[in-house]
Every structure is written in C-alpha cells, then in structure tokens.
DNA sequence: ACTCAGGTATTAC
DNA sequence: GTAATACCTGAG
C-alpha cells in the first residue's frame, strides 16, 4: 500500500500530548521531532503538528482523510462540549484548560477490550509492552518507512493461543482472563457486532460484564474509549477516585468513599458528558 | 530487597 | 449486597 498524507488547518481541540497521553489508548508512541506514530486497524499513522497545521501521514486501508475523520472524532463540536462542562465550575473549568487538547478516539472494540483487561492492576510501560508483544506475535506486519510495525490481533488469531502461551508474553495472572473472553467472543457468548448495535448502554455494560477480566472499571473505559462513544459512562479508578474526593467530597480517606457516591455525583454534575469530564478531571490530576 | 501499578475474582460476613 | 485478600511482573 502507498503512503496518504492529509493536512487540516486551524482545528481547535487537537494536541497530540493531551489525546494519547490521557489514558485512552496504548498503541501512540512518540517520535524525535515530537509526532506521534500508531497502529490502529490496519492502519499506520504518524501524526505532526506545526503551527497551525496538523499533518497527517501514513498507510491507511481506505481514504486517509475518512480515516483521520473517524478515528479523531472530528465531527464532534469539543469546543461546544468543553464550554458546557466549564460552565459546571471552577474545578472542571480549570481540568479543562490544561487537558484542552484532548479527543476520544474511535478504536476498535475488540482491540480496546483485550487492552483494558491487561490494564487491569498494571502499570502503563508494562501494558503497552505487552501489546506489543501480543501484536508482534500474533498480529499482522505493516512496513512503513523501513519500520515493521503490527495490527493489534483478531479474535480468530488468537484462537489458538494457550493460556501458557500468553503467560510467557508477560500477561501474569490475566492470561487466563484472556484465553477465557477471546473464546467467549470466538463463541458469541457475547456478540461484539450486537453490542456495537444495541442502543442500550445498561444493556451493553451488563454483556460485557460476563467478560472474564472485565469488572466494572473495565466496562465503563471499553463503553467511553472504544467506537461504543459512551460519553456518559464514568470509569472510576484510583485517581478518579482522588480527584473526586479532593474537589468535591473531601473524606479523610479516600478510599473509604464508596462507588457509588462517586458515580452518583458525577451524573449529578455532568450528566450525559460525565466520561469527558472524568477525562479532563483524570488526566489533570494525574499529570498536572 | 521491596513497593507499587488504569482492578478483578474469590471468599467470607 | 458490602468488605477483605490474593494475584503476575518488572521498573524504580
């Protein structure tokens, strides 16, 4: 396949920091010149921003520019979106200014189950190692500019693969959680192209439950981080979970507050656009 | 050597 | 239903 290039102009809510490094996806690895490089479907993409220009480049299965506009979700009006939630308090408002930049990324579901079950009790180098690993094992190679780089697996190649087999690519104890929901969806026990259908976010979250390695954390980052786009799901992990505490319920132990409360207070305050907020709240204290 | 990290599954009240 | 506990691994 040939290398595409595509350059938009002046595109508010764009910086590359703030998308690939909030926590939504593992695959985005930074470059000398400061562009980032991922794969994606079967996709290469390296991602440049100059000035006011964002350059595009890479080998993309279909059109480039349909590509970029899905993945990026660049129909989405994020300046609208941002000023609703700013207008919530100053809290948000201040999150908000420091993550400006950031897009929920429309990735594969699949891709983006497998990755937050290895998520699971895990440090992020050691994730992302670990996708790396699966992907050069099992995935497919794509040459691009004289790297080898690799598609993230399919459920059919990795059908064959022995919970032995994932134990020495490093995955620990959640080998067996990905042998068992690999076969689970081979089988259609639960059935993604349904789940990608279903208008039902309860519905949706319940399915994937059943998902061996999928708690409740889990489902709600493959709800909001996946192309299911739930933006009203609030993944509520340790620094959520901090951040909540110190803004708004001030416990003395945070770990005493309990899910709920937190979950409660979220869609209170953000209703429909709680997983953004969680984004902008989580990224913020993580790394401001 | 030892702690800790984007939680989940299991077991016990 | 809610609360404790074990769990691979490797980087710091």
Known sequence: MQEQEYILENLDSFELKDIFDCGQCFRW????????????????????????????????????????????????????????????????????????????????????????????????????????RLSKKYGNEIEYQGEKYYTFPTAMELKNVSIEEYRSLGLGFRDIRLYETTKMILDKKVDLNELKENPNTNEIKEKLLTLSGVGPKVADCILL????????????????????????????????VSKKQIEKLANEKFGNLAGLAQQYLFYWRREA
Do not use: H
């Not at 000023?83 to 429309?106: A, H, M, P, V």
């Not at 192309?227 to 003395?252: A, T």
């Open 29 to 132: 690895n930074i470059r000398k010149d400061g562009s980032y490089t991922g794969v994606f479907r079967n996709n290469v993409l390296n991602v440049k921003k100059e000035n006011n220009k964002i350059i595009f480049k890479g080998i993309c299965e279909e059109e480039i520019q349909k590509t970029v506009k899905e993945y990026f979700d660049l129909d989405r009006d994020y300046n609208e979106i941002k000023e609703r939630l700013s207008n919530i308090d100053k809290n948000i408002k201040t999150s908000i200014q420091y993550g400006q930049g950031i897009r929920i990324l429309n990735q594969e579901l699949w891709e983006t189950i497998i990755s937050f079950i290895i998520s699971a009790n895990n440090n992020i180098p050691r994730i992302k190692s670990i996708i790396e």
């Open 225 to 256: 981080f996946s192309e299911l786009k739930r933006f009203e799901v609030f993944p509520i992990d340790v620094w959520v979970r901090r951040v909540m505490n110190d803004l708004y319920i001030k416990q003395e132990d945070e770990n005493k």
